[in-house]
């Protein structure tokens, strides 16, 4: 719906005709997600993430192959054991496979953060790139490609590899 209220009010602006476009409008786009994939610190930050990922799924693969074998284990066992001891084992299993579900279940969660965390200031950096790039290039409007569902653009108003050269270039601060 937002997406729709800007296309209809630049829409508008250009069907008026008046005093306040001077000029033609000038709109360019940026592939945000692109530009945060192949940009320096972005790369590192996905490298980064990746390490710890694997890390923490090692672990986790660790825990579930213990736990694939106990329950192998008791499987075999459960036959002879008595109607006690056998209870007791399965309950035992049953609290393991619980906490294991929460283990996972928190290691997405932190998957998430850790995503966020390595993510965010890159992508408030890029922005400021494509704010700054925007008024130097006297821009009307530059629309972010996945969240304006942007179906066909000019390549040449495609302003993603200039906004990650500008921001190596910086150093990965903002401009």
């Known amino acids: 719906m937002n997406t729709r209220w800007m296309a209809a009010v630049l829409l508008a602006g250009v069907g008026l005709g008046t005093a306040a476009w001077a000029e033609e409008p000038k709109i360019g786009f940026v592939d945000l997600q692109r530009a945060l994939n192949e940009c320096d610190a972005g790369k590192g930050a996905r490298e980064r993430f990746l390490g710890e990922m694997e890390a923490k ?4 693969r660790k825990e579930k192959e213990e736990l694939d074998r106990k329950r192998e284990e008791f499987d075999k066992k459960a036959m002879v054991l008595r109607e006690k001891e056998r209870l007791a084992m399965e309950q035992q299993l049953e609290d393991q496979g619980v906490a294991f579900k929460r283990k996972y279940e928190d290691y997405q969660k ?14 408030k950096d890029l922005e400021a790139v494509i704010a700054t790039l925007g008024s130097e290039g006297t821009f009307t409007v530059i629309f972010e490609v996945q969240s304006s569902g942007i179906v066909y653009g000019d390549p040449g108003a495609d302003l993603t590899q200039e906004v990650i050269r500008r921001y190596n270039a910086s150093g990965g601060k903002r401009q």
């Open 57 to 60: 799924q090692a672990r986790l």
């Open 110 to 123: 932190e998957l998430k953060r850790m995503d966020t965390e390595y993510t965010g200031a890159i992508l």
